[in-house]
T-cell receptor
Framework: EVQLVQSGAEVKKPGESLKISCRGSGYSFTDYWIGWVRQMPGKGLEWMGIIYPGDSDTRYSPSFQGQVTISADKSISTAYLQWSSLKASDTAMYYCARQYCSGGSCYPAMFDYWGQGTLITVSS | DIQMTQSPSFLSASVGDRVTITCRAS??????LAWYQQKPGKVPKLLIYAASTLQSGVPSRFSGSGSGTDFTLTISSLQPEDVATYYC?????????FGQGTKVEIK
């Protein structure tokens, strides 16, 4: 069974750093792109970026380029999303998700399996 | 980057009604369009990909159409369990873009 398990909720202060995780299991972690999606309170889904754990090839939405860093450690089947200096506007639910593949066709930017979400609250 | 514009932002309909949501891309994306359903407090669920292909296990009352810049999600007979927010997603490159969402409620 494919599973993506994310790290727990965090409460941080502005200016602090943070790294959240997403561990994949039940499939070959290095063969599928993993993406991150933001959902601010009461708002819609925002596509942030993706990483291919096999070679760490990473793509960012222009809206998130330079704001976050996506990485992966294939030895422990885990992808990460990190901030060097959090802002109050980073308060949101963050989801990781795995790319969709079917019938031999795979689409890096579309997702089928999702993690349960990690709620980040940034407040002074 | 490609922008995705969904309409309406909110709709209220009766059980059994036919419901249509549209999504427009700022430039042609062929059929690289997916639809997701997100129920309150839940993780998004893939309904349709390639503009019109129903994901396995999704009820047949859901359908999608369109190509290029204009796409439609239709629920042929709205059910109480369809209360959710629906999002389109453009995935025609290695960068994706979601529409802003359409909240569907029962009248």
């Amino acid at each position: 069974e494919v599973q993506l398990v994310q790290s727990g909720a965090e409460v941080k202060k502005p200016g602090e750093s943070l790294k959240i995780s997403c561990r994949g299991s039940g499939y070959s972690f290095t063969d599928y792109w993993i993406g991150w999606v933001r959902q601010m309170p009461g708002k819609g889904l925002e596509w942030m970026g993706i990483i291919y754990p096999g070679d760490s090839d990473t793509r960012y939405s222009p809206s998130f380029q330079g704001q976050v860093t996506i990485s992966a450690d294939k030895s422990i089947s885990t992808a990460y999303l990190q901030w060097s200096s959090l802002k109050a506007s980073d308060t949101a639910m963050y989801y990781c998700a795995r790319q969709y593949c079917s019938g031999g066709s795979c689409y890096p930017a579309m997702f089928d399996y999702w993690g349960q979400g990690t709620l980040i609250t940034v407040s002074s | 980057d490609i922008q995705m514009t969904q309409s309406p932002s909110f709709l209220s309909a009766s059980v059994g009604d036919r419901v249509t949501i549209t999504c427009r891309a700022s430039q042609g994306i062929s059929n690289y369009l997916a639809w997701y359903q997100q129920k309150p407090g839940k993780v998004p669920k893939l309904l349709i990909y390639a503009a019109s292909t129903l994901q396995s296990g999704v009820p047949s009352r859901f359908s999608g159409s369109g190509s290029g810049t204009d796409f439609t999600l239709t629920i042929s007979s709205l059910q109480p369990e369809d209360v959710a927010t629906y999002y389109c997603l453009n995935y025609n490159s290695a960068l994706g873009t979601f529409g802003q969402g359409t909240k569907v409620e029962i009248k």
